[in-house]
Structure formats: C-alpha cells, structure tokens
C-alpha cells in the first residue's frame, strides 16, 4: 500500500500530484518534457525522485525571473524579432540525430514481433505469453513478414470472458459484467481506479469453467479466459495461463494425505479511494457497530480496556462519561452534544441571525422556516445557544443521520473510502468482537446480517484473504444463530487492532510473505454454457477485479505493438487502423502516439523516426517547416493520422496509420491500399 516518494515510475508520480484538490496539474507528456530537459537529475533509469523533481522545479521552472531593465523600445522589439526568429528556427531545424543505443537489440526485434514486444513494452509483455498469443503472433509475423493485404480481426478482449453476473467493484459500489459501459471505473490489482476502455458485446455458447478459490471465491469463466498466476513447478513466475490450460493440472498429487495446488493468484493491494468527508470517525463508528447499544451513543468495554479506550475517542474529538462498572464491565456514553442534525442546524442558525437583528420573533419564524414556538424558546430562554457556539451534533444524532441506528451496517462511504479510514473502521470492530491467538490468526464473529457481510467487504477492500463459517450457539438447550465467523491472518506492518494487549500479538510478516498473500486455484470444473463478456481496461498491467473477493484478472492486446512493428521497421509502407468504431479508431491510434511520444525504448533503438516526434514537443503546427539537413521531414501528427518523418536512411519514412478508412493516403494524396488492418 505504502509507495516511495523517491522511487517513483512516471504513471505513480502523476497520479499522486494530480489526486490533490487542484485537479490535473501535470500530464505525463509534461512530465517527459521535464525529464528530457533535466536529464540524470530526477532520478536513476525509468524511477522520478519526487524530492529532487520538485527541488528542480524550484530552481529551475518556477524560479523568479529578474525585472526587465528599462530600454528603449526599438531595442525590446528587436529583441522579441531575435527570440522568435531563435524559436522558429527550433521548431524547423531538429539537429542532429542521436545514435542508435542498442543495435543488437534492434536486429533481434527486426525478424521476431515476440522480441519486439518484450524488449521495448517490458512493463506490458513481462509475462510469459500463452499459447493462445503465440498462435497470434505467428500469424502477425507471416502475415507482415511474407504476406500481401491481410486483415487482423481481433476485437479487444476477445476471448477472455467473464459470465455476466461476476460482480465488478467500482469506486462507487458495485456493478455487474453485464451491466458495465465503456467509460466506467474499476480497480485493478494494485488498488488504483482504470477506465473500461471497451466492452464486447454478450457471446454465447461458450465452453465455461467454474474456478474455485483457495479463499471459497468461485468466478464462471469461458475456456480462453486469461489469468496470471504462479506456477509451484515453473522457474519463470508469474504465468498467463487460460483456463482449459490449467484445468487438468490444479491437483499437483493424490497420493499425500492432502491436496496440493499447483496455481496460486495474488492478494490485490488495498483499493486506493480518495479521503472521504466522515461526520463520524471511522474507529468510533467501528467500535459502536461491534459493542455499541442499537439505538443509542453508549458502548461497553471491560473494565481493563475502560481507561484506554475512553483516552482513545477524546484523542478523536469526543466526549466520554464513564458510569460504575458491574460485572466487570462498564458502559461509556460518547460524543455528548446538540440534537439537531445538520439540516436543522442550519435552520437554527438563521433563526439565531434574524434575532440578532432584533426582529420580531414572528418575522424570524417565517424566515428561518422554524415554528414561532421553537424561535420564542431559542429568543427568551436561550435555547440551541450550543448550535451559536458551533458545538457538534451528539454522537446519536450522526448515527441516525448515518441510518446505522437500530440496523447496523457499514454505510458505503465509508467502504470506499480511504485505506487509512477504512483499516480504523476494521480496527474498531476488531478492538470489540475480534480475537488473536498467538500465532497471529485472527478471528472475528458476528451475528449473520448486514453488517456481517459488509464486513466481507471491508476486509476484500484492504487486500485480506478470509474464510467464513456459519455457526450456531446452543446454550440451556436454546438455539442461538446463525453466525458469521471470519478467519485471516494480520501482520504487524498493518495492524488490525488499536487495544495494546491485542496488537502485541501481531506478529512480523515472514520473509516470503506466508500464505496470507495469495489465493490458490482449488479446482476447475466445466459447467454448462451461460452467456459471457469481456472488457478491455487501461491499466498498466492490464488486470481489473473480478468477483466479491476482488480477484485479479486479465485482459490485454497486441494490435497497437503490431502496427508500431510494422512501420517502424518498414515491414509495410501503408497501416490502416479499422476498429469497431470511428471512435474506438481514434482510441488505438492515440495508443499509438502515445508510445512514439513517451517510449524511452523507442527513442533509443529508433531516433529517425521518433526523435523527430519529439521534437514537435506536442505542438502538430510544428509539422508543416519541421527540417532536418535542410529538407524538409513531411511529418503529419494529427488526431486522425500519422505520417512518420522522410529521413535519410531511415526504413520508417513516408508510412502513414490512418483511421479513416480501408484505404490510406500517402503523404502525396495519391490513394493505395492498406497492408495490414488491425
């Protein structure tokens, strides 16, 4: 959950500058820029410094300019002539090129589409590819290398479908595969929101499978569905297996007294929800939900935990009275205050001002909205005067505003919340109704209702892995039940308790992480054919959450690396991009452009194509005088298409990706056919 400020990759540095009330101060094309201009000083390979990237943009961005001395304004306008002739003469005039970093790597890229992709997209290709994309990329090769006119019709996230009840998680609550659109938030497996960037439509008659979890999920998939996993037997960790791969193989041995797995998937990171407004603290809400009264703001606590849990909710802004312990056992009335809730607050307070205005009280009745009994009360006898002093609401009265009273449940905002609100919430009821043993395996157990499977919930939204069993009680031969009793396991480096004696108990997370980390696949069985659905998401790893237990799972493309292959090393002279819609088009040719203009690796391996593109800095007027040795490049960068720069020896000059049709226009106008549609 926890990030390094001085280890940043450039995607984590943007969203952390841009999740401040602000909004969006910095694009990743800005944060290129910058890294170009300042070079080794931000930070060491592809990881940002945030210390020294704003200790640079101090001194060198936003450092104050020296005051313009007086002169005479034939000097300033010729100054200005001077700068912008400078300045024109940048954006015509691109130099000289760099050199090619590493040939060799280029040479291997140039016969191989597969090295192509896992030598300069590592952080998309870094793991291992399924035979699904080998016959894939086979058929690329064939098809660009020694083929003619050729049509790759492969829709994004096909053949990697979800059934269409699989619940999704959204910042939001919950959606349903067959409910999500293009434009929706999910998670994905670090806990950072993505957009749905396309969605199939329904496909029937689909081989299916049932995947059952270590941790009791279970998620209806087709037989093509991708999933990364860990291999107990395999020395390149973590895998893209599909489904009806790993069917036959989940049982690693019978002949042991019991069953080992043979795949493992990760625990997702905690979900990273912005900060959220809470009128009542989450560690005060947990506790009153675990061992507070239905209806009213009292809480009981041993007698041994009494002095440290009232000091802990007047550290959090509440009143406390204690009463007489009996039993052992004393009841704490918290957060003492009006009972107006905000609504009538407000009212109050208008009422307040137009007495201060000596009014009559009629006049203050008819303007407040209040009764002219409730405002005579408030004029002689000084009622709400604690509303004048900006005294909260009792702790009550937040609890009927929150609808937790007498039916107790976690209210959504505070599910989707922050990680931090959402652990002290945890810590609340673990402090009351949970338990420890020495070994560090905790439990918790509370009556089957909602609040019971809110918990759920909140445990899935902080990365755990739990197990529940339905249990009965039977005392004085009386049935008592059902409840939920909720097994996992905590470490110290993100404690679940507040109470000392209960967290002294935390133990240190091993060194490989423990079991605590990852769910295994426990078997694999057909079941009969349901209509399914795949997305397509933006995240860097190309994986969102499946399931109620946040599950991650895959989806990923290959159309844009094949295109960007293509050109890049003159397979084909002409590339037309054909998707589903104008728009979704534009989408793959923006992927595109994006690559050109932030791939480090490209630049690298192939300055006579993209170091041109750099140099326009996102400014396309800069097309039209672009030179280089004199002449000019012909580049064309616009939304709808590319035309990459003429160079001298270059074997990627003159080809054009285009979203408007079948065919391609060549630089020139003349019309040819496209040599490969994506």
């Known amino acids: 959950m926890a990030i390094d400020p001085r280890n940043l990759r450039p995607g984590e540095l943007c969203r952390l500058l841009n999740s401040t009330p602000l909004g969006t101060v910095i694009s990743e094309r800005q944060l290129y820029r910058h890294r170009t201009r300042a070079g080794l000083r931000l930070g060491e390979g592809n990881r940002i410094d945030l210390l020294k990237y704003v200790a640079w943009l101090v001194e060198e961005v936003h450092k104050p300019r020296e005051a313009a001395a007086s002169t005479d304004y034939e000097v300033l306008k010729e100054r200005a002539r001077a700068r912008n002739a400078a300045i024109a003469r940048a954006g015509r005039d691109i130099g000289e090129l760099p050199g090619v970093v590493d040939s060799d790597r280029r040479q291997r890229a140039a016969e191989s589409f597969q090295t192509f992709c896992e030598a300069y997209f590592p952080r998309t290709f870094h793991l291992a590819f399924s035979d699904d994309h080998r016959k894939v990329i086979a058929k690329i090769e064939e098809a660009v290398l020694y083929g003619g006119l050729f049509a790759l019709a492969m829709p994004r996230g096909s053949g990697k479908a979800l059934a269409l009840d699989t619940p999704l998680v959204t910042p939001f609550g919950w959606t349903t595969m067959g409910k999500v659109q293009v434009g929706d938030l999910l998670f994905d497996e670090e806990g950072w929101p993505c957009r749905v960037t396309y969605a199939t439509d329904v496909q029937l008659d689909r081989p299916c499978y049932r995947v059952d979890f270590s941790d009791g999920e279970s998620i209806v998939c087709d037989a093509d569905h991708l999933w990364t996993v860990e291999d107990r037997y395999s020395r390149r960790n973590p895998l893209t297996l599909t489904t009806q791969e790993m069917e036959p193989r989940v049982i690693v041995s019978h002949n042991r007294l019991w069953a080992e797995h043979r795949y493992r998937v990760p625990m997702t990171e905690p979900l990273r929800c912005p900060e959220a407004p809470l009128d009542v603290d989450p560690y005060i809400l947990g506790y009153w939900l675990g061992d507070g009264a239905r209806s009213t703001n009292t809480v009981t606590v041993h007698t041994n935990d009494a002095a440290e849990v009232a000091a802990e909710f007047e550290r959090l802004g509440e009143t406390c009275r204690i009463s007489e312990p009996i039993d052992n ?7 003492k205050g009006h009972c107006a809730d905000s609504e009538k607050s407000r009212l109050i307070r208008r009422a307040q001002a137009a007495l201060d205005c000596h009014v009559p009280v009629s006049m203050a009745a008819e303007w407040s909205g209040l009764t002219e009994k409730s405002v005579a009360a408030m004029h002689t006898l ?3 005067d ?11 009265v937040r609890l009927r505003v929150l609808k937790v009273l007498l039916r107790k449940h ?7 919340a922050a990680p931090w609100q959402r652990l002290a919430l945890l810590q609340g009821l673990m402090d009351t109704d949970g338990s420890i043993g020495r070994n560090g395996h905790c439990e918790i157990t509370l009556k089957d209702d909602q609040l019971a499977h809110d918990l759920g919930e909140l445990l899935s939204s902080l990365g755990f892995k739990w197990r529940r069993q339905q249990r009965y009680v039977h005392r004085d031969g009386r049935r008592y039940g059902p409840y939920l009793r909720y097994h996992f396991t905590a470490c110290s480096d993100f404690p679940v308790f507040r109470l000392s004696r209960k967290r002294a108990r935390l133990q240190l997370r091993p060194a490989k992480g423990g079991t605590a980390l990852n769910r295994y696949i426990v078997a694999i069985t057909p079941v009969a054919s ?5 997305i397509q998401v933006d995240s860097p790893s190309s994986l969102y959450l499946a399931g109620k237990k946040m599950v991650p799972t895959h989806n990923t493309t290959i159309a844009e690396c094949a295109c960007l292959w293509a050109i890049l090393f003159g397979h084909r002279e002409f590339v037309a991009l054909i998707g ?5 088009a534009e989408e793959m040719l923006e992927s595109i452009k994006m690559e050109l203009d932030g791939n480090d690796l490209l630049l690298e391996d192939f300055p006579e194509a993209v170091f041109p593109i750099h140099c326009l800095d996102g400014i396309a007027n800069r097309c039209a005088g672009q030179l280089h040795d004199g002449e000019r490049t012909h580049i064309v960068w616009t939304a709808r298409e590319i035309v990459l720069p003429t160079i001298t020896g270059s074997t990627a000059f003159t080809y054009v990706v285009c979203t408007q049709s079948i065919s391609a226009y060549s630089s020139s106008g003349s019309s040819r056919d496209a040599d490969l549609v994506s």
Do not use: D, F, Q
Request: hydrophobic share 40%; aromatic share 6%; net charge positive.
């Open 329 to 335: 056992v004393v009841t704490i009335v918290v957060g």
């Open 382 to 384: 000084g009622r709400w």
């Open 386 to 396: 604690s509303v004048r002093c900006n005294m909260r609401p009792s702790l009550r």
């Open 410 to 416: 976690i209210p959504e905002k505070y599910l989707r």
């Open 530 to 534: 349901v209509p399914v659905r795949c």
């Open 580 to 584: 589903a819609s104008e728009a979704h």
